[in-house]
């Protein structure tokens, strides 16, 4: 039973950073992505980058290149997203998300529809 939880989000302010997690369990094997999403009220969920669990490469959307990193920990079923240089529209509703039977990445990250188990999100709120 393959199971996600983001958390670590929080209420910051512009500028500022938050590092929220995401810990995945129930694979059997390395053969899958986690990608960050974020959601903010009455928009479309959002790609924010993914990472390729076997071997840790990573694809960021434009908006948040140069701001935003994934990665590993030390325990390949956790991912974390360091936000640095937090916008107001940064704001939302922030799930991660696992995409199975994958061994590499293309250059742009496969859309929400795409993935195959969500985690509940955890709230991200910037604030000036």
């Known amino acids: 039973d393959v199971q996600l939880q983001a958390s670590g989000g929080g209420l910051v302010q512009a500028g500022g950073s938050l590092r929220p997690s995401c810990t995945a369990s129930?694979?059997?094997?390395?053969?899958?992505?986690i990608g960050w999403f974020r959601q903010a009220p009455g928009k479309e969920r959002e790609r924010i980058s993914w990472?390729?669990?076997?071997?840790?490469?990573?694809v960021y959307t434009d908006s948040v290149k140069g701001r935003f990193t994934i990665s590993r920990g030390d325990a390949k079923n956790t991912v974390y997203l360091q936000m640095n240089n937090l916008k107001l529209e940064d704001t939302g509703v922030y799930y991660c998300?696992?995409?199975?039977?994958?061994?590499?990445?293309?250059?742009?990250?496969?859309?929400?529809?795409?993935?195959?188990?969500w985690g509940r999100g955890t709230q991200v709120t910037v604030s000036s």
């Open positions: 129930g694979f059997t094997d390395d053969a899958y992505a």
């Open positions: 998300a696992a995409l199975w039977f994958i061994t590499s990445l293309g250059p742009t990250m496969a859309p929400a529809d795409r993935f195959d188990a």
């Open positions: 990472i390729l669990i076997r071997d840790g490469s990573t």
